[in-house]
């Protein structure tokens, strides 16, 4: 199973990916997990993503597909993938079927978590009280939402072209929503 998941701030995705991900005995991989990383453990890539993050602005490009590409040549990916936070951008969508076509596979799906916004703000300032990311305040969120809309959100069209998408409602408890994923992903 070669899989994306996809959807706003505060969607769900690294909650619901790391059990889809489980469920299918899949790596799970978050750039926006390994770019954290990286900022705590102060490496020379966290020195040049932190800034960027906590306005929260794009990584660029070039520096995100590379780490992907690297990522996805590991061969814990032999039996699939799921990423998570990546393809961000039209050129980074393009690179990773440039990524994928090099190692001779194309992905099963990309699941779309659909929640509303009033509920992604709740959630997202709940969290803030719980996990203290540095990028959960009202301002760096509000700038991630614009960056979604403007940036992230056409690629659902291109993968609905595709016969890809896979939307699930994101609303209610964690279990629920996973059990959706898990009956969609079977269809
Ligand atoms: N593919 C990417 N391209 C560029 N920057 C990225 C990418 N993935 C992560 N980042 C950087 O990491 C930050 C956090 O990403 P992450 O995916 O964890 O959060 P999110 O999708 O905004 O929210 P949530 O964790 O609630 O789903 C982004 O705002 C961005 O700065
Ligand atoms: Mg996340």
Redo the contacts with the bound molecule.
Sequence with gaps: MRMLIM????????TQGKKVAEEFGIPEI????I??SNVAEKTELGKV?SA??EK??????SV?VDL?ADRLAKPDTAPGFLL??????VP?AEALDGILAKLGIALDAVLSLVVDGETLVQR?MK?AEIEGRA?DNEETIRR?FE??TAETEPLLALYRDRGLLVEVDGLGAVDEVHARIVAALKK
């Design positions: 959807g706003p701030p505060g969607a769900g995705k690294g978050s750039t926006g997990a770019f954290r993503v960027i993050m929260g602005e794009l990584v660029p490009d995100t992907v998570d936070g990546f393809p961000r951008t980074q997202m969290r990028d991630r960056v979604y």
